[in-house]
């Protein structure tokens, strides 16, 4: 599963709020615990098995007006090896109709003279307390026998008894059930990780059970309908509706079940082997259903090739849905992407999803094929999943590339870090919906890319075969993944799955670089500063570059204790010191540069990371004439992400040199084929607060890129010429919603009523992460509006902070509420949304900073 991805334009003041309450790395007071420590919560063993359950059979309708599942589930199971005269279902909210076990009965026809199968069913006892389902079966039975239950009941998702309701934990949603959100269309869809499908069909709802099944979908005939595996039969029954009948063949786990339902359209695909391909869309993205994922094909190639295992189901389907709880979610062989994933050719040229459709396949590989036991066992899913993303963006794009998707991740660790350090592989948690954090996804894909330059590609690449071979359809343990890498290396690999897997924490490492010319050595002093009363003392093996006179020498030395220093021979004072030289260290570094050192590194490094260090160490020296020169020749890298952060850094310049850095910036605006470093220049050019270039943004108002016209709108309109009206209306309309969203911006400074009707109109048809953007706009509006406006919208925001299905839209609504609470009674709204708030996410924010 992929986490919900939420990248608002306010993003970093948010989480500079967040994070600031505590000072990351330092000691604590040795009677205070630091907030960042990790916290032991219960006991979470793997789930004992009295039962196996071998193949589950859904036959599903539904009730659109009450939102309810008309469901029969038949369960073929077996006692796991204990004879057992009981079976124990996981079955939330449930009205259970009735419960039969299934036996065959031969029996030899004289007239037909042939031996007829019967069925025969039989009532059971059983109890039932809303959470689980109690079967008292017939007699004993052993491992030898197969049993078969039938359950009919009805489920209720909507009516989950109180300490199971959550936005994200009802299993199953019906969306716009009632028809009465016109610019919405009707579905239903299911979303099962962590132990959410028991809220639609009964099952050992625990990632270490593997089934197969079939699923039956009774459905009005316009709707379209998808499941696991196979579409074997599509009949019209006598009431007009329709039964498709799904079929998988292969086990799974129970988690990994869905159906979606609705209005779709499908685009079919095959790979070279003759695998199919499936993409559902809305359909008026259908002629875009190629663009959105027609890579995948390639993707399959790639991950087959890389894993060296096969992909091993029978289909591979994507469909995307409306108000979609999570990122993404891996259901085997029928992915379920949220609305965002959705774009026409004209906004995919400003970026598209692959990073998350190359997440949810390769967990095809690592989760569904090969399944972690416990959820504390998380990383073995998505650890991989993340670090696919990294694979991808290698093979397709190249390092540099990937490299920046790594910064990112990196990033979003250490800002958890500031205030949770966990180890990767948890026995103890207080909830498992707090294993999907980015321990599991960005540090744990960073851990693997250490493991990787570690032991090269070869070995890297070879034991994940092995980890892959050996528990394919089964469950696994980070200890399984050690012993395939020992297996194939002969090397002891405890050291590093315990300091990277089993403990929490990272190194915070402080470099001091000093030569002395008698001995012609460079010194290198290293500590580490973590404190080990958390955190261990690493073991870190890394390469260090030496540059003298324009030359290069590399050493592999390892760091394995709290202070230590290195000696590399130079007949002269180092051109640079390189540390850790293949960026592959998870780490915070402290290494003081001087000027000359930053600009050797920029011109001579191959890096990203190192080019993005001096650029970003040289940012405030715009005086200098050599950072400055750096500065413009980074305008024009390779790179795309260093241009633009080049370009960034001169922002509000008004020093030597400002025509050229001016008519450099003008030329990026119009010429630069990446449409985010075009953006970029239109933003920084708008930053200098005058109307010279009011030309040249009227001029990318017409730009192809979405990004660019958004910029080109927000810099032209700061200064309300003459014609904003006329170009306010043009773009109004926009089918863009961050265009609309600058439109917007416009708008809220005017504050007038009558486009109060227009800014709800917007939000109507807003995906969740552009409603977010749109909500701070709004508050803006609100702000500047009068109370009989503010009141008006009291209810929406009401709304929208207790029902979106998006947490951070939530928060949004809550954020602008507090741009109302002069008025009466929006504190104590306010008081109660932080309290009836069930999202860990949210409610940790809200506890961090409940005023905001």
Same mark, same amino acid.
């Given at each position: 599963?992929?986490?919900?991805?939420?990248?608002?334009?306010?993003?970093?003041?948010?989480?500079?709020?967040?994070?600031?309450?505590?000072?990351?790395?330092?000691?604590?007071?040795?009677?205070?615990?630091?907030?960042?420590?990790?916290?032991?919560?219960?006991?979470?063993?793997?789930?004992?098995?009295?039962?196996?359950?071998?193949?589950?059979?859904?036959?599903?309708?539904?009730?659109?007006?009450?939102?309810?599942?008309?469901?029969?589930?038949?369960?073929?199971?077996?006692?796991?090896?204990?004879?057992?005269?009981?079976?124990?279902?996981?079955?939330?909210?449930?009205?259970?109709?009735?419960?039969?076990?299934?036996?065959?009965?031969?029996?030899?026809?004289?007239?037909?003279?042939?031996?007829?199968?019967?069925?025969?069913?039989?009532?059971?006892?059983?109890?039932?307390?809303?959470?689980?389902?109690?079967?008292?079966?017939?007699?004993?039975?052993?491992?030898?026998?197969?049993?078969?239950?039938?359950?009919?009941?009805?489920?209720?998702?909507?009516?989950?008894?109180?300490?199971?309701?959550?936005?994200?934990?009802?299993?199953?949603?019906?969306?716009?059930?009632?028809?009465?959100?016109?610019?919405?269309?009707?579905?239903?869809?299911?979303?099962?990780?962590?132990?959410?499908?028991?809220?639609?069909?009964?099952?050992?709802?625990?990632?270490?059970?593997?089934?197969?099944?079939?699923?039956?979908?009774?459905?009005?005939?316009?709707?379209?309908?998808?499941?696991?595996?196979?579409?074997?039969?599509?009949?019209?029954?006598?009431?007009?509706?329709?039964?498709?009948?799904?079929?998988?063949?292969?086990?799974?786990?129970?988690?990994?079940?869905?159906?979606?339902?609705?209005?779709?359209?499908?685009?079919?695909?095959?790979?070279?082997?003759?695998?199919?391909?499936?993409?559902?869309?809305?359909?008026?993205?259908?002629?875009?259903?190629?663009?959105?994922?027609?890579?995948?094909?390639?993707?399959?190639?790639?991950?087959?090739?890389?894993?060296?295992?096969?992909?091993?189901?029978?289909?591979?389907?994507?469909?995307?849905?409306?108000?979609?709880?999570?990122?993404?979610?891996?259901?085997?062989?029928?992915?379920?992407?949220?609305?965002?994933?959705?774009?026409?050719?004209?906004?995919?040229?400003?970026?598209?999803?692959?990073?998350?459709?190359?997440?949810?396949?390769?967990?095809?590989?690592?989760?569904?094929?090969?399944?972690?036991?416990?959820?504390?066992?998380?990383?073995?899913?998505?650890?991989?999943?993340?670090?696919?993303?990294?694979?991808?963006?290698?093979?397709?794009?190249?390092?540099?590339?990937?490299?920046?998707?790594?910064?990112?991740?990196?990033?979003?660790?250490?800002?958890?870090?500031?205030?949770?350090?966990?180890?990767?592989?948890?026995?103890?948690?207080?909830?498992?919906?707090?294993?999907?954090?980015?321990?599991?996804?960005?540090?744990?894909?960073?851990?693997?890319?250490?493991?990787?330059?570690?032991?090269?590609?070869?070995?890297?690449?070879?034991?994940?075969?092995?980890?892959?071979?050996?528990?394919?359809?089964?469950?696994?343990?980070?200890?399984?993944?050690?012993?395939?890498?020992?297996?194939?290396?002969?090397?002891?690999?405890?050291?590093?799955?315990?300091?990277?897997?089993?403990?929490?924490?990272?190194?915070?490492?402080?470099?001091?670089?000093? =030569?002395?010319? !008698?001995?012609?050595? %460079?010194?290198?002093?290293?500590? /580490? #500063?973590? $404190?080990? @009363?958390?955190?261990?003392?690493?073991?870190?093996?890394?390469?260090?570059?030496?540059?003298?006179?324009?030359?290069?020498?590399?050493?592999?030395?390892?760091?394995?204790?709290?202070?230590?220093?290195?000696?590399?021979?130079?007949?002269?004072?180092?051109?640079?010191?390189?540390?850790?030289?293949?960026?592959?260290?998870?780490?915070?570094?402290?290494?003081?540069?001087?000027?000359?050192?930053?600009?050797?590194?920029?011109?001579?490094?191959?890096? =990203?990371?190192? !080019?993005?260090?001096? %650029?970003?160490?040289?940012?405030? /020296? #715009?005086? $200098?004439? @050599?950072?400055?020169?750096?500065?413009?020749?980074?305008?024009?890298?390779?790179?795309?992400?260093?241009?633009?952060?080049?370009?960034?850094?001169?922002?509000?310049?008004?020093?030597?040199?400002?025509?050229?850095?001016?008519?450099?910036?003008?030329?990026?605006?119009?010429?630069?084929?990446?449409?985010?470093?075009?953006?970029?220049?239109?933003?920084?050019?708008?930053?200098?607060?005058?109307?010279?270039?009011?030309?040249?943004?009227?001029?990318?108002?017409?730009?192809?890129?979405?990004? %660019?016209?958004?910029?080109?709108?927000?810099?032209?309109?700061?200064?309300?010429?003459?014609?904003?009206?006329?170009?306010?209306?043009?773009?109004?309309?926009?089918?863009?919603?961050?265009?609309?969203?600058?439109?917007?911006?416009?708008?809220?400074?005017?504050?007038?009523?009558?486009?109060?009707?227009?800014?709800?109109?917007?939000?109507?048809?807003?995906?969740?992460?552009?409603?977010?953007?749109?909500?701070?706009?709004?508050?803006?509006?609100?702000?500047?509006?009068?109370?009989?406006?503010?009141?008006?919208?009291?209810?929406?925001?009401?709304?929208?902070?207790?029902?979106?299905?998006?947490?951070?839209?939530?928060?949004?609504?809550?954020?602008?509420?507090?741009?109302?609470?002069?008025?009466?009674?929006?504190?104590?709204?306010?008081?109660?949304?932080?309290?009836?708030?069930?999202?860990?996410?949210?409610?940790?924010?809200?506890?961090?900073?409940?005023?905001?």
């Amino acid at each position: 599963m992929l986490q919900s991805v939420w990248r608002p334009a306010c993003l970093g003041l948010v989480f500079l709020l967040f994070f600031q309450h505590t000072s990351f790395g330092s000691r604590p007071d040795s009677l205070q615990r630091p907030a960042w420590a990790a916290k032991k919560g219960p006991y979470r063993p793997t789930r004992s098995l009295k039962n196996d359950v071998i193949h589950t059979k859904l036959q599903l309708r539904f009730d659109w007006l009450r939102q309810h599942v008309l469901g029969t589930a038949t369960i073929a199971f077996k006692p796991y090896f204990y004879a057992q005269n009981t079976l124990e279902l996981d079955a939330k909210g449930f009205d259970i109709k009735s419960v039969v076990q299934l036996d065959t009965l031969n029996r030899y026809d004289s007239t037909q003279q042939k031996t007829i199968t019967e069925f025969v069913a039989d009532t059971l006892e059983y109890t039932y307390n809303r959470r689980t389902l109690n079967l008292k079966l017939r007699r004993n039975y052993s491992r030898f026998d197969t049993l078969h239950v039938q359950i009919d009941y009805v489920a209720k998702p909507n009516e989950l008894p109180e300490d199971l309701r959550g936005v994200d934990r009802k299993g199953l949603y019906f969306i716009n059930a009632d028809g009465l959100e016109t610019n919405k269309p009707r579905q239903i869809w299911t979303q099962g990780e962590t132990e959410n499908n028991s809220c639609w069909f009964p099952t050992v709802d625990s990632p270490n059970e593997k089934m197969t099944q079939e699923v039956f979908i009774t459905v009005d005939n316009q709707y379209r309908t998808l499941s696991n595996g196979l579409l074997i039969d599509s009949k019209t029954n006598p009431d007009s509706t329709r039964t498709d009948y799904w079929r998988q063949r292969l086990p799974h786990a129970p988690y990994l079940t869905m159906i979606a339902v609705g209005d779709f359209a499908l685009l079919r695909d095959s790979t070279a082997s003759g695998l199919p391909l499936e993409y559902y869309v809305e359909p008026e993205y259908a002629s875009h259903a190629q663009a959105i994922f027609g890579r995948t094909r390639e993707m399959i190639s790639f991950f087959e090739k890389t894993f060296g295992v096969k992909y091993a189901w029978e289909k591979y389907a994507q469909i995307c849905v409306r108000d979609f709880v999570s990122g993404a979610m891996e259901n085997t062989t029928a992915t379920v992407h949220g609305e965002d994933v959705q774009m026409d050719s004209r906004a995919l040229t400003d970026g598209n999803s692959d990073d998350v459709i190359a997440h949810e396949l390769s967990h095809h590989w690592f989760g569904n094929l090969v399944t972690c036991e416990e959820w504390g066992q998380l990383p073995l899913n998505e650890a991989f999943a993340n670090y696919s993303e990294y694979l991808w963006n290698e093979h397709k794009h190249g390092v540099l590339e990937a490299d920046r998707l790594a910064q990112g991740e990196m990033n979003q660790y250490f800002g958890e870090a500031e205030t949770k350090q966990e180890p990767l592989i948890r026995f103890f948690y207080a909830d498992k919906e707090n294993m999907f954090d980015n321990h599991s996804y960005a540090k744990g894909g960073r851990v693997l890319h250490m493991l990787r330059r570690y032991l090269g590609d070869e070995a890297f690449f070879l034991s994940m075969k092995l980890y892959l071979e050996k528990s394919k359809f089964k469950t696994a343990e980070i200890p399984d993944l050690r012993t395939a890498v020992e297996e194939v290396t002969g090397q002891d690999m405890n050291w590093f799955f315990d300091q990277w897997f089993m403990r929490a924490g990272h190194p915070n490492l402080k470099i001091e670089n000093s =030569y002395d010319p !008698k001995s012609s050595k %460079v010194v290198l002093k290293i500590s /580490q #500063l973590q $404190d080990s @009363t958390y955190t261990p003392i690493y073991k870190l093996p890394l390469k260090i570059d030496v540059w003298v006179k324009g030359q290069r020498q590399r050493y592999d030395v390892t760091i394995n204790r709290a202070r230590q220093t290195f000696e590399f021979p130079a007949t002269e004072r180092p051109d640079l010191v390189d540390f850790d030289a293949e960026k592959q260290l998870l780490a915070v570094i402290d290494y003081k540069k001087t000027k000359q050192e930053l600009v050797f590194q920029y011109y001579n490094t191959d890096k =990203y990371l190192t !080019k993005y260090d001096a %650029v970003t160490g040289l940012e405030n /020296q #715009l005086a $200098d004439t @050599t950072a400055r020169k750096l500065m413009m020749d980074a305008m024009s890298d390779p790179f795309w992400r260093i241009r633009q952060l080049a370009i960034a850094n001169f922002s509000e310049y008004d020093g030597l040199g400002f025509n050229q850095v001016e008519r450099a910036l003008q030329s990026k605006a119009r010429v630069d084929e990446k449409s985010a470093v075009r953006a970029e220049a239109l933003i920084t050019l708008a930053s200098f607060g005058d109307n010279s270039n009011d030309p040249l943004f009227r001029e990318a108002l017409n730009d192809s890129s979405f990004m %660019v016209v958004t910029s080109a709108l927000d810099a032209y309109l700061i200064s309300k010429p003459d014609d904003a009206t006329e170009v306010t209306a043009k773009f109004e309309t926009s089918p863009n919603n961050d265009i609309i969203t600058a439109v917007a911006n416009y708008y809220a400074g005017l504050a007038q009523p009558e486009r109060y009707d227009w800014f709800l109109a917007k939000m109507e048809r807003m995906k969740s992460a552009e409603y977010y953007n749109f909500l701070q706009v709004f508050g803006k509006y609100l702000v500047k509006s009068n109370q009989d406006i503010q009141r008006r919208a009291l209810p929406l925001l009401e709304t929208t902070a207790r029902n979106h299905s998006a947490y951070f839209v939530r928060f949004g609504a809550y954020q602008v509420l507090g741009l109302l609470t002069d008025i009466e009674g929006v504190k104590a709204m306010r008081k109660d949304l932080r309290a009836s708030e069930q999202d860990p996410k949210l409610r940790e924010m809200y506890t961090q900073f409940r005023d905001f």
